[in-house]
Nanobody, 113 residues
Framework: QVQLVESGGGLVQPGGSLRLSCAASGFRFSSSAMSWVRQAPGKGLEWVSN????????GYADSVKGRFTISRDNAKNMLYLQMNSLKPEDTAVYYC??????RGQGTQVTVSS
């Protein structure tokens, strides 16, 4: 079955950076588009970014465009999210997602001074 395991979250000061990783297994990763979504405290799920199966096409929510970069390594079955210039409003649980509905357990990102 599909397994997605996120890592790399933590506490960071505003303006800082984090790199999230997602280890994927149980499906043909190299054939699947992937996404990152997040859920802030008390709010619903928000799409953050997506990437096509080959890695050549990406998309970003306006709220993170220019600050976050999604990437993947199909040889290692890994998905990444490089997050720079972090803001307090980026605080959320970040989930690796295989559309339409598979998600990992999430990793907490807290941006605070």
């Amino acid at each position: 079955q599909v397994q997605l395991v996120e890592s790399g979250g933590g506490l960071v000061q505003p303006g800082g950076s984090l790199r999230l990783s997602c280890a994927a297994s149980g499906f043909r990763f190299s054939s699947s588009a992937m996404s990152w979504v997040r859920q802030a405290p008390g709010k619903g799920l928000e799409w953050v970014s997506n990437i096509n199966s080959g890695g050549g096409s990406t998309g970003y929510a306006d709220s993170v465009k220019g600050r976050f970069t999604i990437s993947r390594d199909n040889a290692k079955n890994m998905l990444y999210l490089q997050m720079n210039s972090l803001k307090p409003e980026d605080t959320a649980v970040y989930y690796c997602s295989k559309p339409p509905s598979d998600r990992g357990q999430g990793t907490q990102v807290t941006v605070s001074s």
